[in-house]
């Protein structure tokens, strides 16, 4: 769903005390939403934490929104592309990293930077203060439909490129210079490879 409200968007492991301090603290109401993020490999201790958030939220708002995303953990691309896209359709986010295995902890904060998104909240385990880290944004490139087919087709050698694309080596060279300058693409034993920043750029075209 797309929240009309605030959204808060929280990674959940076995314990929901951080987002639940989140939530009393910013408040919630009608309209408002609560993304869970949590591993898609179930649990006893994860369901009674999105139950605690959902009674929680039950009690002091009904009619806001409690909607849990189960990820797998280990396909970091993947998710920061899905959490990105999910980021972009919200106005100002309330994000938190504290819970949660720490690859979809990771994939959160990483997404809020392709989201353009300033900061996320942790909360520190030894104090239990909340931090508030500022997110990397990686800068905002427009690729032309080419850049976009010759992306799709690393890690590969430029010759490979050239005869899938059917395009000329020249040409290949010069737009695969383009990527690299742009730090979406680098070189490595002749064979042209993504980075992770090219593997996200792509991906959240290809979920448009």
């Not at 009619?63 to 993947?78: G, I, M, P, T, Y």
């Not at 592309?81 to 309330?94: D, N, S, V, Y």
Request: glycine share 6%; net charge positive; aromatic share 4%.
């Amino acid at each position: 769903m797309i929240p009309m409200g605030k959204a808060f968007v929280a990674t959940l492991g076995f314990e929901p005390s951080a987002i639940l301090r989140l939530v009393g603290e910013k408040g919630i109401s009608s309209d408002d939403v609560i993304y869970l993020i949590t591993s898609k490999t179930p649990h006893p201790r994860v369901e009674n934490a999105i139950k605690s958030v959902k009674d929680f939220v039950d009690k002091i708002s009904p009619k806001a929104f409690v909607e849990v995303l189960r990820l797998d953990e280990n396909s970091l691309e993947e998710n920061i592309a899905t959490l990105a896209k999910l980021l972009k359709t919200m106005e100002e986010p309330i994000v938190d990293i504290t819970g949660g295995p720490k690859g979809l902890s990771i994939a959160l904060y990483l997404a809020a930077g392709f989201a353009n998104i300033g900061k996320v909240y942790i909360t520190t385990e030894t104090t239990g203060e909340r931090l508030e880290i500022p997110t990397i944004q990686p800068p905002t490139h427009t690729l032309t439909p080419k850049q976009v087919e010759i992306l799709k087709q690393l890690p590969n050698k430029l010759t490979k490129i050239a005869e899938n694309t059917k395009t000329s080596k020249s040409t290949i060279s010069k737009q695969l210079k383009g990527l690299i300058n742009k730090g979406l693409a680098y070189k490595e034993n002749k064979t042209f490879h993504p980075t992770l920043q090219g593997k996200i750029t792509l991906k959240l075209i290809e979920h448009k």
